[in-house]
């Protein structure tokens, strides 16, 4: 049955590879994507409008709020779902055989990993903080986050970990990230424009209209940060122990 499974893998990625062909040559001018009018259009009016000077994330978190945000609640609910599965397969009745090793954590891994952990937490703030102005943003930042825990429960064990950040925090958490978005947006339909419109918050805060789309897309990623870093360490933390929480990696 597992090799019959593969047939249709491969079918699918013969497809692809074949339509791979029609694909244009990289940073082609005569690409769809550049002979568009509306790439030309954020080229030219990106900086104006929103006073980012990252293109990508004032596309991704500005004209694209609409999709960026819904891609947060798509990571939410899939991490939800999970969580849901993983709990209902290891309650009382299951049959599963549970295997747990006991280690002592390396004195050199734990002394190292105690010394790159705040500096890989103050990078994921940086790189969560400054996507709109340099490369980075709220998934980044929220993974570089999310793998720092990770690297604690590499390190020491997933006891230590859950003692800093619990699943049912990471829940809480991921689930403030979606609010914060989507409180964002519903301020700026009550201040009188349309939703994620953020131009809007310049009625309550002293900056120009420009600015508050600058400063209203660091909030948003502030919540996407949030709901990747709980979604991406919850997931870990679970499936590492089949949603038991005890043992794992």
């Known amino acids: 049955m597992k090799k019959l499974s593969l047939i249709p893998v491969l079918l699918v990625g013969a497809l ?12 082609s001018p005569s690409a769809p994507a550049s002979a568009s009018p509306l790439s030309s259009h954020f080229i030219s009016n990106t900086g104006f409008d929103t006073e980012v000077p990252n293109m ?7 004209y694209r709020g609409f999709d960026t945000m819904f891609e947060t609640v798509v990571v939410f609910i899939a991490g939800m779902a ?23 954590p390396d004195i050199i891994v734990t002394n190292t990993v105690r010394l790159l ?20 943003g709220g998934f980044q930042g929220g993974v570089v986050m999310g793998a720092s825990f990770i ?13 800093r950040f619990p699943v049912e925090r990471c829940t809480v958490v991921a689930g403030l990230g ?10 700026s339909m009550f201040l009188g424009g349309e939703f994620l419109d953020y131009a809007e918050l310049a009625n309550i805060f002293p900056v120009s209209r420009e600015m508050a789309r600058y400063h209203a897309m660091l909030g948003v990623e502030i919540g996407v940060g949030l709901t990747v870093t709980a979604i ?4 870990y933390a679970n499936l590492s ?3 038991r929480l005890k043992g794992g990696l």
Request: aromatic share 10%; glycine share 8%.
């Open 56 to 62: 990508v994330t004032a596309v991704l978190a500005d």
């Open 151 to 163: 690297m604690i429960a590499l390190s020491w064990d997933l006891d230590t970990a859950l003692a």
């Open 82 to 104: 999970v969580l849901a599965i993983l709990k209902n397969s290891s309650g009382p009745n299951s049959k599963k055989k549970i295997f747990h090793i006991e280690t002592e």
């Open 178 to 187: 979606i609010i914060l978005y989507g409180g964002i947006g519903l301020l």
């Open 241 to 243: 122990t089949e949603g």
């Open 16 to 27: 692809l590879i074949y339509a791979a062909e029609d694909f244009p040559e990289w940073g």
């Open 232 to 235: 991406m360490f919850s997931l």
């Open 117 to 136: 952990i705040p500096v890989i937490q103050i990078f994921a703030f940086y790189v969560l903080a400054h996507g709109h102005v340099s490369p980075g």
